[in-house]
């Protein structure tokens, strides 16, 4: 089966400039997930969607940060305006409601 | 709460053993245990829903000690590619998974 797909993989912008990822999940997945990882430290969740809803939005910057999950399938996150903290990697994961979770590549937001 | 994992990093020959350990101070619904090579996702290894419970495939184990709440990884006859971080997740009954700050270990030839 095809993984998790994430675009763009790598992306560098000045700070106050806006930036958006984009996730496809394993088809049939319900649970995706968005995560923030700075170097050296885990994985902390930003949100959390059950089909297009949202569960768990609690760690997510909201006055900078947005995502949503048109449909149910794939999801965006946004940036408005990008800070020198967001700088890290942004790692989409989809799993069959709960469970094992699959995550992409990850895109790594440099911030200058 | 991010449960805290030990140790925080390990240096192994090939050949050799290493035990992981990964503890919260909130009781666990499920612990989950994945492996991320540098530059590269995560990728799940295994999950333990039940107080007690251990698993296994291949050389690496795991066990679930609901009352302690606490989780051990265990990796056996440790061989190259089990090199990388490996990072603990704890869930509780609200479904949402906090990951611990990872283990790094090495294995050298």
């Known amino acids: 089966e095809a993984g998790v797909a994430q675009s763009p993989r790598y992306k560098i912008i000045e700070k106050r400039q806006s930036v958006a990822f984009w996730c496809n999940p394993i088809?049939?997945?319900?649970?995706l997930y968005w995560y923030q990882q700075i170097l050296g430290q885990g994985p902390k969740l930003l949100i959390q969607?059950?089909?297009?809803?949202?569960?768990?939005d609690s760690q997510l910057p909201k006055d900078r940060f947005s995502a949503e999950r048109l449909k149910g399938v794939d999801s965006t996150l946004k940036i408005q305006p990008a800070k020198l903290e967001d700088s890290a990697v942004y790692l989409c994961a989809s799993s069959l409601f709960g469970g094992p979770q699959h995550f992409g590549d990850g895109t790594r937001l440099s911030i200058l | 709460q991010q449960p805290v994992q030990s140790p925080q990093a390990v240096i192994l020959r090939e050949g050799e053993d290493a035990v992981i350990n990964c503890s919260s101070s909130k009781a666990l619904y499920s612990v989950h245990w994945y492996r991320q090579k540098h530059g590269e996702a995560p990728v799940f290894l295994m999950i333990?829903?039940?107080?007690?419970e251990q698993k296994g495939h291949d050389k690496i184990s795991a066990s679930f000690n609901e009352k302690k709440q606490q989780s051990s990884l265990y990796l056996t006859a440790s061989q190259l590619s089990y090199s990388g971080t490996y990072f603990c997740?704890?869930?509780?009954?609200?479904?949402?998974?906090?990951f611990g700050q990872g283990t790094e270990l090495s294995v050298k030839p």
């Open positions: 997740g704890t869930e509780n009954q609200g479904g949402k998974l906090i």
């Open positions: 333990l829903l039940k107080g007690g």
């Open positions: 969607f059950q089909n297009n809803g949202v569960v768990d």
């Open positions: 088809s049939g997945h319900a649970t």
